[in-house]
């Protein structure tokens, strides 16, 4: 039968338009965080990421903006276009204890591009 | 740069047998993760190891599963006996940490493991 699983949101944008993928985390004391995208039938891949210290990073075509205030994360991406097409995760790392973490993934959106 | 490798793609298998599972990290990591992804979960981090030494294992959903990795070259998922409940994709992901313990760096993942318990 029918997996009842996960509903991701999703997010349709036009090719060359911008696209910005949100994401709140839970905990603040969170220190690290990722956004990693997964294509269909791939593993992850690393994006970009930002350290607790900072409040923007800019890599190609992606920029990612954490607002520790109200613990949110966004990954904002540049003329998109169809091969970033895809489900797009952040995940934050909490320190735990001395020397060990925790990392935590969120659900995941699927970013739709279409022509 | 051959990337983190895993055995096997693909695995299909009846309840009650074992299930191996294999990774070969990035050449000079030193840490190593095994995830699994599922549609009602997610993504989970099972265990991860630094330096071959298992860190955190309080994602392993129970005795049924185990982890090893002999060397810094070579890690194993097990799972005995194996249930329907299994059925996922597993991970693995490895990196290079400058802490024992730490996650706050770039993981690298493989391209998984589907497994299907009937």
């Known amino acids: 039968g029918e997996n009842v ?6 997010l349709s944008v036009q090719e060359g338009d911008n696209s910005i993928i949100n994401c709140a985390y839970s905990n603040s004391a969170s220190d690290y ?3 990693y995208k997964q294509e269909s039938g791939k593993g992850p891949q690393f994006i970009i990421d930002i350290r607790s210290n900072m409040d923007k990073r800019q890599g190609q075509r992606v920029t990612v903006l954490l607002n520790k205030t109200v613990k949110h994360l966004s990954l904002q991406i540049a003329a998109t276009q169809p091969g970033d097409s895809a ?3 952040c995940a934050e790392n909490t320190p735990t204890r001395e020397d060990t973490d925790k990392l935590i993934f969120g659900t995941g959106t699927r970013l739709q591009v279409f022509p | 740069d051959a990337g983190v490798i895993q055995s096997p793609r693909h695995e299909v298998t009846e309840m009650g047998q074992e299930v191996t599972l294999r990774c070969k990290p990035i050449s000079g990591h030193n840490s190593l993760f095994w995830y699994r992804q599922t549609m009602m979960r997610g993504l989970e981090l099972l ?6 030494v298992p860190i955190d294992d309080s994602g392993m959903p129970e005795d049924r599963f185990s982890a090893k990795m002999p060397n810094a070259s070579f890690s194993t998922l097990k799972i005995q006996p194996s249930e329907p409940r299994d059925s996922a994709v597993y991970f693995c992901a490895s990196s290079l940490a400058p802490r024992t313990g730490s996650l706050a760096y ?5 391209p998984g493991t589907r497994l ?3």
């Open chain 2, 106 to 110: 770039e993981q690298y993942f493989g």
């Open chain 1, 33 to 35: 965080f990722i956004w």
């Open chain 1, 5 to 10: 699983g996960l509903h991701l949101p999703t």
């Open chain 2, 47 to 52: 265990i991860y190891f630094n330096n071959n």
């Open chain 1, 87 to 89: 489900v797009y995760f």
């Open chain 2, 116 to 118: 299907t318990v009937t």
